[in-house]
């Protein structure tokens, strides 16, 4: 059960080690173009028609047709990679259960969108979780771990490509444990993880709102968060200009310059053909790689060349504060 390509690459490492995937479960064609008149599948759903699995695409997962389809497939267990959440009819059916990879180290970073708020927090190391599905999300037992470094460099893009093929790793040796063990691996409880006075970090599904930069943070903050974000969805900021007129920018590659400014949050500073905005107390975050709206990714060079009355009078804005 899974919808994006980071699914698919488990689905292939079950097919190419001859694992009996008897059904494939995915989300419901996505209507997109102009007038939302054409229907896309999920990445998952074109592996499997290339492969000739059975693809269920329910729009409720309680729907009784799609729970006795599903059961007459009598599959022996379930394996979920970036789905939805599952009700129990449907994660309790299987005889050995159902089990999630989830592209975090749990219980930390619970949630839909694990691999950009690790990034975005400045976590140098992350990973993946097999557990076992219960009532909650993303709180079952688990199973097993795989640890993952994220370099201080890397943006997201990186740390999902590294966490798509380590996740399809730790499912089949998940899947020999399960075996092994007829059904009944040895799994713990989450909570023997925490410590004391730890603080879990949430995972939530982001939004483009959730995407605003706010440049009151200091310079690190605002690297982390750009490249927590980018290549996609991509962070944005609204460019001000001299006479209050607003353009959306997405950032995609910043830098911490090390140089600071006594000028406010949000101030646009050009120096030396370099594009720089202040974040908290003056420090300045220079802007490598971005994109106006409309135009397509460019360099800061290629921005400045095109934009030669830009100056510090011009500033950007985050919210309501300017």
Known sequence: MGTPEFAVETLKALVDNDYNVVAVVTQPDKPVGRHQNELQPSEVKKYALEHNL???????MKDPDFVDTLRSYQANLQVVVAFRMLPEVVWAMPEYGTFNVHAALLPQYRGAAP?????INGETQTGVTTFFLDHDIDTGRIIMQKPFDIPDTANVEYVYDGLMHLGADICLETL????????HPQSIPQEQLLTAGQTLRPAPKIFKET???????????????????????GAWTTLVDLDGKQSVLKLYKVDVSGISREVAAGTIIVENKRLYITAKDGELVEILELQMAGKKKMSAKDFLNGCKNLTESHCVKSGNSV
């Open 211 to 233: 995407c605003d930069i706010n440049w009151n943070q200091p310079a690190k903050q605002v690297y982390d968060f750009v490249r927590g974000l980018s290549p996609y969805p």
């Open 176 to 183: 020999e444990r399960i075996i092994a063990a007829d059904g």
């Open 115 to 119: 691999i950009n708020w690790a990034v």
């Open 54 to 60: 059975p693809v269920l695409q329910p729009a409720k």
